[in-house]
């Protein structure tokens, strides 16, 4: 399974740009990477999810270089609300009878947005 | 759709006694997830599902956990006896086998005494 490593917490202020960088030394040809977003008492929510370049949604951008053994997740002009903890993620798609690959989301970034 | 169904959201039990979480997925996934979550040991899968039979239960703890998916609508998870290290947010997931996606139920909060 490629493991990912990400900080273990970061902070920053309302109105600037964010980007959290996950390692992924690892990862294998087939594997994509997915971000979660997880907020306190709730479940994890899906963010975005790419392959190599950049993705980019109405919530957040994906940097994934070419070696691929990375990613950035890139939030930007965030606000309190953006506090919570965020998880990278890499895996292949699962068909049926896939293996677990992209399901270790272990213990997140804790980002903390202040005023 | 409602999205996720988790019942109970919150428990709270003496020590040896069963506990039952109930999962409802979203209608039409065909994956099912249990996760387990603590502050040490952060979120972990328990064990999965496809099409109702059990995939990878490698994640479940020991014997005393047990998972079932009777039917694609709902799902179980017990714990018998229940210890105290149990004490977690017990998270169940869905998704569509084409996509990445998945979707997170509420969450059960479980206390072991």
């Known amino acids: 399974l490629a493991k990912t490593t990400q900080p273990i917490s970061m902070d920053s202020y309302e109105g600037q740009e964010v980007n959290i960088t996950c390692s992924h030394n690892?990862?294998?040809?087939?594997?994509?990477i997915t971000w979660y977003q997880q907020f306190p008492s709730q479940g994890p929510r899906f963010i975005i999810q790419g392959y190599k370049t950049k993705v980019t949604n109405e919530v957040a951008s994906l940097f994934i270089p070419a070696d691929r053994k990375s990613s950035t997740l890139s939030l930007p002009r965030v606000s309190l609300s953006d506090t919570a903890v965020y998880y990278c993620l890499v895996g292949g798609i699962m068909y049926s009878g896939g293996g677990a690959d992209g399901l270790t989301f272990g213990k997140g970034t804790h980002l903390i947005i202040q005023p | 759709d409602a999205g996720v169904i988790q019942s109970p959201r919150h428990e709270v039990t003496e020590m040896g006694q069963e506990v039952t979480l109930r999962c409802k997925p979203i209608s039409g996934h065909d994956y099912l997830f249990w996760y387990r979550q603590t502050m040490m040991r952060g979120l972990e899968l328990l064990i999965y599902f496809n099409n109702n039979v059990p995939i990878d239960d490698s994640g479940m703890p020991e014997d005393r956990f047990s998972a079932k998916m009777p039917n694609a609508s709902f799902s179980t998870l017990k714990i018998q006896p229940s210890e105290p290290r149990d004490s977690a947010v017990y998270f169940c997931a869905s998704r569509d086998i084409d996509y990445n996606e998945q979707f997170f139920g509420p969450g059960t909060r479980l206390t072991v005494l």
């Open positions: 690892n990862i294998a040809t087939n594997d994509y």
